[in-house]
């Protein structure tokens, strides 16, 4: 089976509490206005044979507290989603975490097939007209819901008050040759502000933000 995968990458920090490993997958079907993950929408992109990702979860699981897996959609790939769980589930000592963009309610009869592999799920669309004043969350629309009981304790540890603290940091800075990229769920503001720190000193930033104004309008 082939999944399409953004990046995966080992350890991460700022995708739930402790040491991760955070999977991107790639492709969205939903396209929210605002998107800071634009480099996932495209479909068909970054395909690789599924035994390729599950080798380096079997190698980077053992050490590992959680999996977060982002996207992109991850329902998007509902098979190659649940394969992945399904492996990951083998190593007991750790925690799932799921991102998608589909609200619940959609979801529901879905999940229906994923009992006891997802621990806790963040679903709902990114709003950028919502605030964004919530712990793993890009606004304040998005559910942060348990849905094992390893889940409910996921969800205390995210909602906890020592969450985003040194340990859990917002966001992880990687380093791929030349190119330094950044995970974890930042403050909107702080990438434009980012950005202009680096222009003035003569250092390309780049950011993958989606720049619509609404759903129907193309880039201005
Ligand atoms: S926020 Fe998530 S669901 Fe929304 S467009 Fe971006 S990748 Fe897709």
Known sequence: MEIAISRIHYPVFSMGPGKRVGIWFQGCSIKCVGCISVDTW????????????????????PNSDGLTISGGEPFDQVEQLKTILSSAR???QIDTLVY????????????????GLIDAL????????????????GSDNQELIPLTRKGEDLVSAINGSGFNASSSPSIDLMYEG???????????VDINSLIEILKINNVDGVSTMDKRINKDKEYE
């Open 42 to 61: 495209a479909e068909n992109k970054h395909s690789v044979d599924i035994n390729q990702v599950i080798n380096l979860l079997n190698e980077w699981l």
């Open 90 to 92: 083998k190593h007991k």
């Open 100 to 115: 998608s963009g589909y609200e619940y309610e959609k979801l529901k009869s879905n999940l229906k097939n994923f009992d």
């Open 122 to 137: 963040i679903s709902g669309p990114f709003d950028i007209s919502q605030t964004q004043s919530l712990n793993l969350r």
């Open 178 to 188: 030349n190119t330094a990229w950044m995970a974890g769920v930042p403050n909107q």
